[in-house]
């Protein structure tokens, strides 16, 4: 019997330790990233594109599932996470169809699909069980990705690293709320727990988290890139579509080394949407221009996975039990 909609969110929360998705990192996510996200108990992605070349996707899948699944045998007190596996369903990616059987192949629990919903992409997931999220950043599109088959949405709202929307997390989520109840995610400056609770507060299930763990050991990411972060903070993120043809947010440190100017950026043209050059420039879009939302101004080191997942949980309860604690404290007084 096909689980409801509004059940599968609560499925999914039950395996994990805390409702955090690791959103997928375009070249930065690896093996060892997902791997170790798994392991802290929350989902763990990457981008197939991330495996180069085409079969190499064959042997991370194998390695993820070989890997989480002695994890779980030996620790059956607190097993791994399910993981995800994120597809380009944009017409400029050439392996999309190679890579949606293998994630058939090795039955991905988790598809995430960006940049398109299309139903056959949809139908190939669920021919084994399997679920897709799909990215939007509006309500046209959140219908689109339902209609076409989607169980669960992922809001991309304003301050989201890399392509991300405009529009406030609050308008975004109440307007999908009013006729979707399954499983929603919601990225844009998640990096602590008080603002995971937040998430859920707000009507999301889960929130999506990216480029807290950019600044981690197990990201495969340049030193100087996961420093950048450390050091960074909100103002320093850009708003452009110079890069990939598709709006996004960009460390301005990133923009300037470069080069070039960050507040005077011209605009891309987005027929020419291009995910792996620098559009009209030399810099390659996330090799040298730097995707990261507005959250980081919390990230203070560069730590393992697990400490940085361990520092959710903490700040995640503590501002549960302080909302909890809140109406006794009022009658008290």
């Known amino acids: 019997m096909a689980i409801a909609q509004s059940q599968i969110a609560n499925s999914l929360k039950a395996k994990l330790r805390l409702p955090v998705v690791g959103s997928p990192l375009f070249i930065i996510s690896g093996p060892q990233l997902v791997m170790a996200q798994c392991k802290a108990g929350i989902v763990g992605s990457f981008p197939a594109l991330n495996a180069r070349p ?10 993820i599932k070989e890997t989480l699944a002695a994890h779980t045998a030996a620790h059956p007190e607190r097993p791994a996470a399910p993981f995800a596996v994120n597809q380009i369903v944009h017409r400029s990616n050439g392996r999309l ?13 988790l598809v995430i699909t960006s940049l398109g919903a299309r139903e056959e992409v949809f139908q190939a997931i669920h021919s084994y069980g399997g679920l897709v999220f799909h990215d939007v ?11 076409k088959g989607a ?3 992922i809001a991309v709202c304003a301050g989201a690293g890399g392509h ?3 529009l406030s997390p609050f308008a975004l989520v109440q307007e999908i709320r009013q006729w979707f109840d399954g499983p929603l995610l919601l990225s844009g400056s998640i990096a602590n727990g008080r603002s995971i609770l937040a998430a859920e507060a707000m009507g999301a299930d889960f929130a999506y988290m990216g480029s807290v763990f950019i600044a981690t050991e197990e990201a495969n990411a340049d030193p100087a ?3 950048c972060i450390v050091d960074a903070i909100a103002e320093d993120i850009v708003y452009s579509n110079l890069f990939t043809g598709v709006h996004g947010n960009y460390l ?3 923009i300037e080394a470069a080069g070039l100017d960050p507040r005077n950026l011209p605009e891309s043209d987005p027929s020419k949407m291009d995910f792996g050059s620098g559009g009209n420039t030399d810099a390659k879009a996330w090799k040298d221009i730097w995707g990261c939302g507005q959250g980081i101004g919390v990230v203070k080191a560069v730590e393992p996975v697990a400490a940085v997942v361990d520092r959710l949980e903490r700040e ?8 909890l604690d809140a109406p006794a404290a009022l009658a008290a007084q």
């Open 164 to 166: 991300a929307g405009t």
């Open 316 to 323: 995640y309860n503590a501002a549960r039990d302080q909302l």
């Open 137 to 147: 950043i509006n309500i046209n599109h959140a219908h689109k990705a339902i209609e």
């Open 252 to 254: 301005r440190q990133s």
């Open 54 to 63: 085409g079969h190499v996707l064959d042997e991370w899948l194998s390695e």
């Open 97 to 109: 169809e190679h890579d949606l059987e293998m994630c058939v192949k090795h039955k991905v629990p």
């Open 225 to 227: 890139y996961k420093q």
């Open 151 to 153: 169980d669960g949405l």
